[in-house]
């Protein structure tokens, strides 16, 4: 059991997490092929992951039913102010809670192998990468941190003998006694808490096994944590996918967009054009770190190296390239299993198949509800993505034209707007509100405000997150526009309006053309609308619906705001409440 690195700060932390957990054994990752194997072969003789016949090098997994998305109500952001922690996350004291933990840490990995998983967010050897470390009793965390970060050895050699490095320490929170037969997937529900300490830049989670609880490199570090590296150092670090976007004379722009989850972040960076001649390749999917370039521009990183993207809904026709990047090398989670060794969910390609195994690993019948979790994921390499960036490593990033902020809402808000200036489109991104989806545990479909799409991913109080994009654009030249995107509208017969997928890139186009001048715009009291999309070979039943603008919607719009932003007092900026009223102003006088 020789776990010693050559990073002292980091060998001490080991030693210490040995000495609460008492595992029975330790394992220091490499994060080899070789390693990814074995651990692999381990599960699989164990019954708990099945090899799927029609995909090289991949498995399918289910999770215990109750351990299937985030859990954003055992979600802690521990700060040592109450007030720094902001009225939208959940606060407890930082001494009180790490109490708690050692308490439910002492002899949590008991009977297990304790794996220790250093890992780079960030491409290895860039100066902006942040590296984590992560000990954990979960093989299956093991397995998808290989793939959704860069795992092991290069990430060892990155941090070297004196960096620094983010603490996350993680437990299914099942110890096992001498001959007890392991859980099928352990998992600790009442004891379940993801916690974060976001001065000491530590991370513990209690509990659970899946997703963005357990693989802490995602959203504990690179957006709860690095949200709050990012207040204190000048940078932003964010819920958005980034694209490449080339028209057809080959010039390219980036573009960056956030959506909360589940709302089709990975569809629109793998998107393909259905407009002749455009082209979209994807930086990523999830998460973007933004920072100034030398040329006062802003560049964005994105800091994972996979993808965690949600199967169901995921098809030829609404994502090819994701249906390419999954075809091998791939953990499956929570779909459905076919006779013949594939994989299968809703909205994949017609009725269910015969003979299936529902996420739930029994026999499937139209009875027994979906036969894939509606929050289902695959776990896969971004660069199997046939569209993938060249730019996606470069380790200073993608200088940014445009950024886009969008919900799921079936009323109000157009397909696409421009906003008037940063401080406007500050604002625009304060206004998010989505309808809810399977990401995150609780009732589906209910509107609810997520600024920025970072609602349950803000490391600290969220108005002086919006303080802090306030002021990166007092600093920057020649910024990204700033649009809002709503793929979700419908018409008065409640079906959509707009088709989205390979459609999108219409909106696209018009956003690219903006942002080099050479696009119209009508303006409206909520900002610039398209006077020429294009939608050239398009039937829309209800297009009048698509860009219009409501003034009494928008009224009430407004009203809600102004009471939903009063939560943020006394640290509501003062710009985004002129530019509530502003608004206000220029829809009366409309
Ligand atoms: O947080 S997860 O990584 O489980 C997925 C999401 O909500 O985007
Ligand atoms: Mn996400």
């Not at 000990?135 to 093991?142: G, L, M, N, Q, R």
């Not at 960096?163 to 004891?191: A, I, R, Y």
Request: aromatic share 10%; proline share 7%; net charge neutral.
């Amino acid at each position: 059991m020789n776990y010693k690195t050559r990073n002292r700060s980091l060998n001490r932390w080991i030693e210490e997490a040995v000495a609460l957990c008492k595992p029975e054994r330790v394992h220091l990752c490499d994060g080899s092929d070789v390693e990814y194997d074995e651990l692999a072969r381990g599960l699989v003789e164990a019954g708990k992951i099945t090899p799927l016949k029609k995909r090289p090098n991949s498995f399918w997994c289910h999770s215990d039913p109750d351990d299937v998305a985030r859990v954003e109500e055992s979600t802690f952001i521990c700060s040592e102010r109450e007030e720094d922690c902001g009225p939208t996350n959940h606060w407890q004291d930082p001494k009180t809670m790490h109490a708690k933990l050692n308490e439910l840490f002492d002899g949590c990995m008991q009977g297990r192998t304790m794996y220790i998983v250093p890992y780079c967010m960030g491409p290895v050897g860039s100066e902006f990468s942040i590296v984590g470390v992560q000990i954990t009793d979960s093989v299956y965390a093991v397995l998808n941190m290989k793939i959704m970060t860069r795992m092991g050895k290069p990430a060892l050699e990155h941090l070297g003998e004196k960096g620094t490095f983010v603490p996350g320490l993680h437990s299914v929170g099942v110890p096992l006694k001498p001959g007890q037969k392991d859980m099928f997937w352990p998992c600790n529900l009442k004891e379940r808490r993801i916690v974060h300490f976001p001065e000491e830049r530590r991370i513990c989670s209690f509990g659970s096994g899946y997703g963005g609880n357990a693989l802490l490199g995602k959203k504990c570090l690179a957006l709860r944590i690095a949200s709050a590296i990012g207040r204190d150092e000048g940078w932003l670090a964010e819920h958005m996918l980034i694209l490449g976007i080339t028209n057809p004379e080959g010039e390219k722009k980036y573009i960056a967009a956030a959506f909360p989850s589940a709302c089709g972040k990975t569809n629109l960076a793998m998107l393909q054009p259905t407009l002749p001649g455009w082209k979209v390749e994807c930086v990523g999917d999830d998460i973007a770190w933004i920072r100034f370039g030398k040329d006062g521009r802003l560049y964005a990183v994105n800091p994972e190296n996979g993808y965690f993207g949600v199967a169901p809904g995921t098809s030829e026709k609404t994502n090819p390239n994701a249906m390419r990047t999954i075809e091998r090398n791939t953990i499956f989670t929570n779909v459905a299993l076919k006779p013949d060794g594939d994989v299968w969910w809703e909205g994949i390609n017609g009725a269910p198949p015969p003979g299936l195994i529902s996420w739930l690993g029994k026999p499937w019948t139209p009875e027994s509800g979906p036969a894939s979790h509606p929050n289902a994921r695959y776990t896969v390499p971004s660069r199997q993505c046939p569209i993938f960036d060249p730019e996606a490593n470069n380790p200073d990033g993608v200088p940014l034209s445009a950024i886009i902020f969008g919900g799921r809402r079936s009323s109000t808000i157009p397909l696409v707007f421009e906003s008037l200036s940063w401080q406007h489109g500050v604002f625009l991104g304060a206004s998010v509100s989505s309808e809810t989806t399977a990401a995150a545990k609780g009732e589906v479909g209910k509107l609810r405000h997520d600024p920025f799409a970072m609602l349950p991913f803000c490391g600290y109080h969220m108005g002086d997150y919006f303080s802090h994009w306030l002021e990166m654009g007092k600093r920057g030249k020649n910024l990204p526009r700033i649009y809002y995107v709503n793929w979700f509208r419908k018409g008065a017969d409640g079906r959509f309006i707009w088709p989205g997928f390979g459609e999108n890139c219409r909106v696209l186009k018009w956003i690219f053309e903006r942002t080099s001048g050479s696009e119209e715009g009508k303006l409206t009291p909520i900002g610039y609308v398209p006077t020429s999309l294009d939608l050239s070979g398009l039937k829309l039943s209800q297009e009048e619906s698509l860009l219009s603008v409501d003034k009494e919607a928008w009224l009430q719009e407004c009203e809600e705001l102004k009471s939903y932003f009063k939560l943020f007092d006394p640290r509501m900026p003062k710009g985004l409440l002129q530019e509530l009223q502003q608004l206000k102003e220029r829809l009366h006088s409309s």
